[in-house]
């Protein structure tokens, strides 16, 4: 996020507060990546994400004059969106994310291209397995690692949607992606086990 | 094909919402800085008191702290002021962390942060004598208080065991008449007492008196040292 795109977002901001209409070019800059971001966070109930989005717009709408113009508006609007997600499921007694295979593929891609240790796997594709091991990782690290790799945000805008202090993000994403590593690594054995005895 | 922005918009016109007022927020955060200053003030009068209780109970005790049984130097600490001062700072970091930035910050940090300045801004306050007035206060109106606190006042507030402190009224050629710290008038017969206050007993007002107890208010001097 560059000085330009904040000092953008604080003009766009600004019009908003002076006119309501002009608030759908907020929703239309970022309804695209907050859709994306909910559908992960809900996983099997992604069919409820633009729901939770038009209601993240509206409260970041009613709240508007709590965002801090200096900073970008991105990860305030994701932060919204992340809560509403998160109270959703909560509502209804949802289970852990559940990424789909594509994500499970573009994750395991972008931890591979960023030295992460992810060269367990010799085949090109196996996001299935990736899937299956992110589903399993607790919540707290799976919401950082999802953020990093597949939202592709910097620690401190993690910081600032999850409202943690920028040190603690570090911390989840090291000891998250050792978990994964584990847990990928098990999956890919009992896989391997199962090849053998058939 | 659904228009999220038409419809966000639509809802807005039709719920008839309006921005809350920026004030509000400002003054969300200006009362949670608050709440943090305060706690890091509250933290610092207990840590007056601390120092108060461990330098006044050294240097009455007629001991240093390095001479001192670990029970006793323990007791030198009211342990309820200490707890009080950590209890602040905690609450100093939920006061910070609920402010607009606040997140950001780590809390063993501000915790940290929190003690380090109420230490500081403590040992001023008990330069000022703040820790001696808030604890004399809190004795006054709060008698369970003394019952939890071995301050000075309460060791030599012990005439059976020698030791009788309070404030020097007036003398009679050896005699001097004495306002214990409970309030009790006694005799203190001073003959042959080595007196290390600065002036008369009476110029140094407070006074720690060492000796024997000869009957129901009289005491007998060995000796008597100003009770600071």
Redesign the interface.
């Known amino acids: 996020m560059t000085g330009q795109e904040s000092q953008e977002d604080a003009e766009l901001v600004a019009r908003a507060l002076r006119d309501a209409k002009a608030y759908g070019e907020v929703v239309r800059r970022f309804e695209f990546v907050l859709k994306r971001y909910v559908g992960r966070i809900l996983g099997g109930h992604s069919g409820h994400a633009e729901d939770v989005v038009q209601d993240s717009f509206i409260k970041a709408y009613v709240n508007l004059n709590s965002f801090d113009r200096r900073r970008p508006l991105a990860p305030w609007l994701y932060r919204i969106a992340h809560n509403e997600a998160v109270s959703f499921l909560r509502k209804r007694g949802a289970g852990p994310l559940l990424i789909t295979g594509e994500d499970g593929q573009l994750l395991l891609d972008r931890l591979r291209a960023e030295d992460t240790g992810f060269t367990l796997c010799q085949r090109e594709t196996d996001g299935g397995n990736l899937d299956a091991a992110m589903a399993d990782l607790e919540p707290l690290y799976r919401n950082v690692i999802t953020l990093r790799y597949l939202e592709e945000k910097t620690y401190d805008e993690i910081s600032d949607i999850l409202a943690m202090p920028p040190g603690t993000v570090a911390t989840r994403i090291r000891r998250g992606l050792q978990h994964l590593k584990t847990l990928y690594a098990s999956r890919l054995d009992r896989e391997r086990d199962g090849h053998a005895q058939t | 094909m659904?228009k999220?922005?038409?419809?966000?918009?639509a809802?807005?016109?039709k719920?008839g919402?309006?921005?809350?007022?920026?004030i509000?927020?400002l003054g969300r955060n200006a009362v949670f800085w608050c709440l943090a200053g305060l706690s890091v003030l509250l933290g610092a009068a207990s840590f007056a008191v601390v120092l108060f209780a461990a330098i006044d109970y050294t240097q009455t005790g007629g001991r240093g702290l390095d001479e001192m049984p670990f029970d006793d130097a323990a007791m030198a600490l009211p342990v309820i002021w200490g707890i009080c001062s950590l209890v602040f700072a905690v609450s100093a970091w939920l006061g910070v962390s609920r402010t607009?930035?606040g997140?950001?910050?780590?809390p063993l940090l501000v915790i940290a942060l929190a003690i380090a300045i109420s230490i500081g801004l403590g040992t001023i306050l008990y330069g000022f004598d703040a820790g001696r007035k808030l604890h004399t206060f809190v004795a006054a109106n709060f008698p369970a208080y003394q019952s939890y606190t071995a301050i000075p006042y309460n060791e030599w507030s012990r005439p059976d065991l020698g030791f009788l402190g309070g404030e020097a009224l007036s003398i009679d050629g050896s005699s001097l008449s004495l306002k214990a710290f409970d309030g009790t008038l006694w005799s203190v017969d001073m003959a042959g007492a080595e007196i290390s206050t600065d002036g008369t007993p009476v110029e140094e007002g407070d006074v720690a008196i060492r000796g024997t107890r000869t009957g129901p208010n009289s005491f007998k001097a060995v000796s008597i040292a100003p009770f600071d």
């Open positions: 659904r999220l922005d038409e419809d966000v918009l809802r807005i016109a719920l919402l309006k921005p809350r007022p920026a509000l927020f607009g930035r997140y950001r910050y780590r």
